[in-house]
Nanobody, 127 residues
Framework: QVQLVESGGGSVRFGGSLRLSCTASGFSLDQHATAWFRQALGKQREPVLCLSSSGASSYTAPFAKGRFSISRDTAQNTMYLQLNDLEDVDTAVYFC????????????????????WGQGTQVTVSS
């Protein structure tokens, strides 16, 4: 079964950190663009970070710069999202996504650029 399975969400205090994981099954993350999106309650889903399949292009949302980072472990077939210095406004459901031979648009990839999605994991930041 082709799927992305996320883990690592939870509740954290203001200024805290979390690492989200997203493991692919049924396919290899090699040659896939990988990205993280988030959706806060009542808001549209927005891109957070993106890394193209070749590694030549990437995207980092302004709110993520200096705080969040994306990485991949091909041996584990897993992508990660490291969240540091979390703030209340970071409370959202975070989704991982993958697209074969995909890229990352300079202004941020739209959802339609990705056809494989995780189920989402809740991150709640409290002060």
């Amino acid at each position: 079964q082709v799927q992305l399975v996320e883990s690592g969400g939870g509740s954290v205090r203001f200024g805290g950190s979390l690492r989200l994981s997203c493991t692919a099954s049924g396919f290899s993350l090699d040659q896939h663009a990988t990205a993280w999106f988030r959706q806060a309650l009542g808001k549209q889903r927005e891109p957070v970070l993106c890394l193209s399949s070749s590694g030549a292009s990437s995207y980092t949302a302004p709110f993520a710069k200096g705080r969040f980072s994306i990485s991949r472990d091909t041996a584990q077939n897993t992508m990660y999202l490291q969240l540091n210095d979390l703030e209340d406004v970071d409370t959202a459901v975070y989704f991982c996504a993958a697209e074969y031979l995909g890229g990352c648009r300079r202004r941020g990839p739209p959802e339609d650029d990705f056809d494989r999605w995780g189920q989402g994991t809740q991150v709640t930041v409290s002060s």
